[in-house]
């Protein structure tokens, strides 16, 4: 079992950047994948990308690439997410997720949720 609790969200202007985390609990957390999902008002939770248990190997989707970074530091029990480059379609719930499948990242299956922390990207 492992709980998730994010933090680190805001408001802030577009083009500037944003940083969450992730703190987890139990002993198992360095044996599973981590991903970041975010939900915009009126639209379905979306997946924005993971990281494998090891911290070996990341994915994002298109609309995130080169603008948002996963990491993670399994001796803190804690992922992150930095935002570069926000805009006003960023904003949204972002939540993070644990897997029990440790590498897999692309098709990411999330068995545990944290509660979400919410970015706001003013324009």
């Known amino acids: 079992q492992v709980q998730l609790v994010e933090s680190g969200g805001g408001l802030v202007q577009a083009g500037g950047s944003l940083s969450l985390s992730c703190a987890a609990s139990?002993?198992?957390?360095?044996?599973?994948?981590m991903g970041w999902f975010r939900q915009a008002p009126g639209k379905e939770r979306e997946f924005v990308g993971a990281?494998?248990?090891?911290?070996?190997?990341?994915y994002y989707v298109d609309s995130v690439k080169g603008r948002f970074t996963i990491s993670r530091d399994n001796a803190k029990n804690t992922v992150y997410l930095l935002m570069n480059r926000l805009q006003p379609e960023d904003t949204a719930i972002y939540y993070c997720?644990?897997?029990?499948?440790?590498?897999?990242?692309?098709?990411?299956?999330?068995?545990?949720w944290g509660q979400g922390t919410q970015v706001t990207v003013s324009s």
């Open positions: 139990g002993r198992t957390f360095s044996s599973y994948a």
């Open positions: 990281i494998s248990w090891s911290g070996g190997a990341t």
């Open positions: 997720a644990g897997s029990s499948l440790p590498n897999t990242i692309v098709k990411f299956t999330p068995h545990y």
